[in-house]
């Protein structure tokens, strides 16, 4: 029983004292990946933006097609033929 109550009572510092941090700040900590500071002071960037650099935007691959090729199984990749 004593253990029980132990354990109970640890648990209710630890979210007592994570509120505290909340509280004190007046807001809760923000985990999106593009509205982080501190993520974005890494380099950390989300997988949107990590495709339109990779990839460009929707705009620029309909300007830059220029498979004038045969349709085979490499050209899946590109988006230039639709299945």
Same mark, same amino acid.
């Given at each position: ?15 007592a004292l994570m509120c505290v941090g909340i509280i004190v700040k007046g807001r809760f900590p923000e985990t999106e990946v593009s509205?982080? &500071?501190?993520? #974005?002071?890494?380099?950390?960037? %989300? ?8 990839? @460009?935007? &929707?705009?620029? #691959?309909?300007?830059?097609?220029? %498979? ?8 899946? @990749? ?6």
């Amino acid at each position: 029983m004593r253990t029980l109550l132990a354990a109970i009572l640890i648990l209710a510092i630890a979210i007592a004292l994570m509120c505290v941090g909340i509280i004190v700040k007046g807001r809760f900590p923000e985990t999106e990946v593009s509205k982080n &500071e501190n993520m #974005r002071k890494l380099g950390i960037k %989300c997988m949107h933006e990590q495709e339109k650099e990779m990839f @460009g935007t &929707e705009r620029q #691959r309909q300007r830059n097609k220029s %498979c004038t090729g045969v349709y085979s199984d490499s050209c899946v @990749g590109c988006g230039f033929y639709k299945n």
